[in-house]
Structures are given as C-alpha cells and as structure tokens.
C-alpha cells in the first residue's frame, strides 16, 4: 500500500498570497496517478488536480500541480478567500487500495 | 448535470448492518467504474471500495473486506453499498464518487464527482 504524507499539516496564509503544499509517497507513484481535493466545511470533496498536473474541468489557473516520482506539489498562487479550506492528495495507481494523503488544511493569517 | 445522491445512512447499532444507495444522473452510468470514499468525524477521507463499471471487478480497502458488499444496477443508474457487522470505528460520512475518465489505453480511479454524501452513525 502506498502511504501518502502531506505537510504541512497546517498553513496561515494570508489572501493575495501563494500557497505551497507538499504530498510525498512512500513509493513512486506510477504515471502521475495523483490527484488533488479540495474540501470546505460540511462540503463534498472537490477534484482540482489529476494527472499530477491536469486541472479539472472550471479550476481556476492559479492553481497548479507539479511534481513526479514520490514527491508532488499543489500551488496555489493569489490566495483568494474561497481558497481557505482543506486540501487533500491522492493516489490512484492501477491497483487498488486508492489512498489518501492525511489532508493540509490552509487557514487565514 | 452530472449528479450523485446518496440515502440510506443512519443510525444503526454494532453488530448490525444497513445498505446505502447513491443514484446517478447525467451520464451514462453503466459506462463508469464508481467508489466509495468514507470521512469519520474531523477526519480525513478514507477510500473505501470500487467497482468496474460492469460490475465484473469489486477492491475493498482492508478495513471494510468480508463486511461489505459493493454492487451496481446499471438498468436503474444505481449503486449500491452493504454494509454488515458494523462497527463503532465504521461511523462516518459515506461518499458515492464517480471514477475519473479512460483513454485507449488505461483509465484513472480519481473521484471527478462526489455526491454530497451520507452520514452513518454505529451506536449503541
């Protein structure tokens, strides 16, 4: 099973900044097979990310996905105040189990 | 629109079993695969099942394996989730999500829709 680990755990930023944050697998993850969630309190995840750096389908241009291998990026440049919410990645290799990273939560400074 | 909603949470006591259902509109159901993804109060999220999209293969992470049943009814737009001898460490908010899209030649298990979910509650 491959264990994502995302950090920081948690990240105060204030709006009109740029927000990094980090997913790293304990193993390669094949393909680019990583995606990337946003969720908002009492809200279904949303998908932002797939392919490593795809964006999905009425996602924004500031944020981005990048990275390969084991190590994985989300940026988030020009904070706005919709973006403060939790942010989770996950792995969808071929073979299941499909996991997910323990979740970053960005909070206002 | 594409449109997932899920039923059929509630409260159940340990050992007791309950069966979700999430109904499907906006696309043709019958061609996608479809998972489960569970979040326990002020958790993360925790994928759960899947299933093909002709229901010919079912994955289960470890923690539900034996318990529960993932199955799909594809003339009725349907999936559907059993769940058996559950437990307290079970309760939590059950998402039906949709598998991401397939080119010639593989498909990626991303979720690209998430229903609003449904909550499940083991006590006793």
């Known amino acids: 099973e491959i264990v994502l680990t995302q950090s920081p755990g948690t990240l105060s930023l204030s709006p009109g900044g740029r927000a990094t944050l980090s997913c790293r697998a304990s193993q390669s993850v094949s393909s680019s097979y990583l995606a990337w969630y946003q969720q908002k309190p009492g809200q279904a995840p949303r998908l932002l990310i797939y392919g490593a750096s795809r964006r999905a389908t009425g996602i924004p241009d500031r944020f981005s996905g990048s990275g390969s291998g084991t190590d994985f990026t989300l940026t988030i440049s020009r904070l706005e105040p919709e973006d403060f919410a939790v942010y989770y990645c996950q792995q969808y290799t071929t073979s299941p189990p499909y996991t997910f990273g323990q979740g970053t939560k960005l909070e206002i400074k | ?124």
């Open chain 2, 1 to 124: 629109q594409v449109q997932l909603v899920e039923s059929g949470g509630g409260v159940v006591q340990p050992g007791g079993s309950l069966r979700l259902s999430c109904a499907a509109s906006g696309f043709t159901f019958s061609s996608y695969g479809m998972h489960w993804v569970r979040q326990a109060p002020g958790k993360g999220l925790e994928w759960v099942a899947f299933i093909r999209d002709d229901g010919s293969n079912k994955y289960y992470a470890d923690s539900v394996k034996g318990r529960f049943t993932i199955s799909r009814d594809n003339s009725k737009n349907t999936l559907y989730l059993q769940m058996n001898s559950l437990r307290a460490e079970d309760t939590a908010v059950y998402y039906c999500a949709k598998r991401g899209y397939c080119s010639p030649t593989n498909c990626h298990y991303y979720m690209d829709v998430w229903g609003k979910g449904t909550t499940v509650t083991v006590s006793s």
